[in-house]
């Protein structure tokens, strides 16, 4: 019984190397080019698998937030279609007072706009304020 095991130890040390080499891997590499970005905000990406077949996907991703450029007062704020959006300080800009409690200054663009931290309603906008 000895020998049988002993055997089969030494035919699958021996045969882990032949078994290993016998079995290649099939993996696609998958090369994604941009292609163009139209002014519209419409980017077309081709896909290409590169083996021995060329196969090539082409999708399209559109944009799909459009940024928003005159904020008015009353109005609900969203920071998704403000431009350059961030918290700013009302000590480093001139013209700005200290908010209200409740409130603060956010960046729109050049604007700086007062909203209500909690409604998110606009109670004032100073336009081209930052440079």
Known sequence: MKKFILGLVA????????MAAAAPQRHTEVQRTVVK???????????????????????????????RTNWR?????DNRYARNYRQID???YRGLKAPPRGYRYVQSGNDAVLVGITSGI????FGNLIR
């Open 73 to 77: 007062k009353g109005e609900r704020f």
């Open 122 to 125: 606009i109670a004032a906008v």
């Open 11 to 18: 035919a699958s040390v021996a045969a882990t190397p032949v």
């Open 37 to 67: 970005q139209r002014p519209n905000g419409t980017t077309v990406v081709k896909q290409r698998a590169v083996q021995q077949r060329q196969v090539v996907q082409q999708r399209q991703f559109q944009r799909a937030q459009q940024y």
């Open 90 to 92: 009302y000590r480093q």
